[in-house]
């Protein structure tokens, strides 16, 4: 599956296929991002190809798990992170199941 951003031109409205080195349409140049190494940790494993498949608490969940003690090196504060989004999830369901 071929994936497209916006170009990086905010006067170009085309979209561009992501990693291309510039826009077909207007021809600028476009950017180029590397995930952070506390989220590319895992070989051929990117975690915003995981997280984008899930709805925000629960992907902000899966990101402050994967991210566990790499980003900082309190490992106890992305668990209490990731439980606080864990958290919010749970009441949102829960509100919808008495909603419904």
């Given at each position: 599956?071929?994936?497209?951003?916006?170009?990086?031109?905010?006067?170009?409205?085309?979209?561009?296929?992501?990693?291309?080195?510039?826009?077909?349409?207007?021809?600028?140049?476009?950017?180029?991002?590397?995930?952070?190494?506390?989220y590319?940790?895992?070989?051929?494993?990117?975690?915003?190809?995981?997280?984008?498949?899930?709805?925000?608490?629960?992907?902000?969940?899966?990101?402050?798990?994967?991210?566990?003690?790499?980003?900082?090196e309190?490992?106890?504060?992305?668990?209490?992170?990731?439980?606080?989004?864990?958290?919010?999830?749970?009441?949102?369901?829960?509100?919808?199941?008495?909603?419904?």
């Amino acid at each position: 599956m071929t994936h497209y951003t916006h170009c990086c031109n905010p006067e170009c409205l085309s979209t561009v296929e992501v990693g291309a080195d510039e826009c077909s349409w207007c021809g600028t140049p476009q950017h180029t991002t590397t995930s952070p190494g506390y989220y590319d940790w895992i070989p051929d494993i990117q975690c915003y190809k995981v997280t984008q498949h899930f709805p925000g608490n629960l992907a902000q969940v899966i990101q402050y798990i994967w991210r566990c003690g790499r980003k900082t090196e309190s490992a106890i504060e992305d668990l209490e992170k990731a439980k606080v989004f864990l958290e919010f999830e749970i009441a949102l369901r829960k509100e919808q199941e008495e909603n419904a």
